[in-house]
C-alpha cells in the first residue's frame, strides 16, 4: 500500500502526466537488481528513458521488465565499471539504442566486511575499483559525451555516496567501502565545480540502511546484526528502496537546478544522533 501511495504522489508533485524527466534520457548503472533497479524504476515513473548498465547478466531481463512495467524505452548493457574500454562501449550503446544521455546515476558499488588488519590488498583495491573508480570512468565519459554533443541542454550526475562516508557504522568492519565512498563524495564536489561550466551539475544521494535485495540476504543470515542497526535509527526501521526516488528525482532534475555538489544524507535520522 505504501509503495503504491509514493508512486502516486511522485507523479502527482511532478505537475503533468509526462513527469519531470519526459524526454530525458538516463543512465543507471549497477541497474540490474536492488537499490539500481528501484532508481531506475523512480528515473523511468518520472518521464525519462532508461539504460541499465550492469556486470550481471540479468542486466537485459530487467531492462525489458522495466519497460513493460513503465512503459519507456529501456535497454540493458553489459559493462564492467572498471574498464575503460567497456564504459566507453557501453555509452556507445546508449547513444545508438536510445540517443545521448543528460542523467547518470552512478550506483555500481560493493562492499567487504573483512576487519581492516585482515584485508588483502587485492580485496582492498577490488572495492575502490568499483565504487570510486567505476564512478569516475562513468562520470568522465558522460561528460564527453555530452560536451561533444553541443545541444545545450541540461545535464545532471547522481553519485550514490553513503552515509558511511561520514560515520563508521557498528558493529560491521568496512574500512575499503567506508574509504570509498568519503571519496565518492569528494569527487562530487570536485567534478561539480570543474563541470558546472560545461552544463552538467554533479551532487550524490548518501543512503543509509535500505532493505535492497542484497540487505534482505545479510539480514536473513545475520538478523542480530540486523536489529542492532535498526535500534540505531531514529525512525525505527530501514529504508524502502524507493523511498529513494524522491530525492534522486529532484536531484536529476532542473528542479534542483541550484543545488551543486552536495551529498544528501537519506539514512533516518542514523547519522545525526
Known amino acids: 500500500m505504501f509503495l503504491d501511495e509514493r508512486r502516486d504522489y511522485a507523479r502527482l508533485m511532478s505537475g503533468n502526466i509526462t513527469g519531470p524527466l519526459h524526454g530525458r534520457i538516463a543512465v543507471v548503472t549497477g541497474g540490474a537488481r536492488g537499490l539500481g533497479y528501484a532508481m531506475a524504476r523512480s528515473l523511468a515513473d518520472a ?86 573508480t567505476g564512478t569516475f570512468l562513468a562520470g568522465r565519459e558522460f561528460a564527453r559525451r555530452h560536451v561533444a554533443a553541443a545541444r545545450g541542454n541540461p545535464a545532471s550526475i547522481v553519485n550514490v555516496s553513503s552515509m558511511s562516508a561520514f560515520a563508521v557504522n557498528i558493529p560491521q568492519t568496512q574500512a575499503a567501502y567506508n574509504t570509498s565512498k568519503a571519496a565518492v563524495s569528494m569527487l562530487t564536489k570536485s567534478a561539480a565545480i570543474e563541470w558546472l561550466p560545461l552544463g552538467i551539475r554533479v551532487n550524490a544521494i548518501a543512503p543509509g540502511y535500505f532493505a535492497s535485495d542484497m540487505t534482505r540476504d545479510f539480514v ?48 533516518g535520522g542514523y547519522t545525526t544522533v
Open 47 to 132: 518521464g525519462a528513458d532508461v539504460a541499465l548498465l550492469d556486470l550481471l547478466d540479468g542486466v537485459r531481463d530487467a531492462a525489458e521488465a522495466l519497460a513493460a512495467d513503465t512503459g519507456r524505452r529501456c535497454v540493458g548493457i553489459t559493462v564492467d565499471v572498471t574498464a575503460e574500454a567497456s564504459i566507453a562501449d557501453a555509452f556507445g550503446s546508449v547513444a545508438r539504442d536510445l540517443g545521448i544521455a543528460d542523467v547518470l546515476v552512478n550506483s555500481a558499488g560493493i562492499t567487504s566486511g573483512t576487519p581492516l588488519i585482515d584485508t588483502q590488498l587485492a580485496s582492498w583495491q577490488r572495492v575502490l575499483d568499483v565504487n570510486l
Open 220 to 267: 536473513a543470515s545475520n538478523p542480530e546484526m540486523a536489529e542492532d542497526w535498526v535500534r540505531r535509527i531514529p525512525a525505527g526501521r530501514m529504508g524502502e528502496p524507493d523511498e529513494l526516488g524522491g530525492l534522486l528525482v529532484y536531484l536529476a532534475s532542473e528542479a534542483s537546478s541550484y543545488v551543486v555538489g552536495q551529498s544528501i544524507v537519506i539514512d
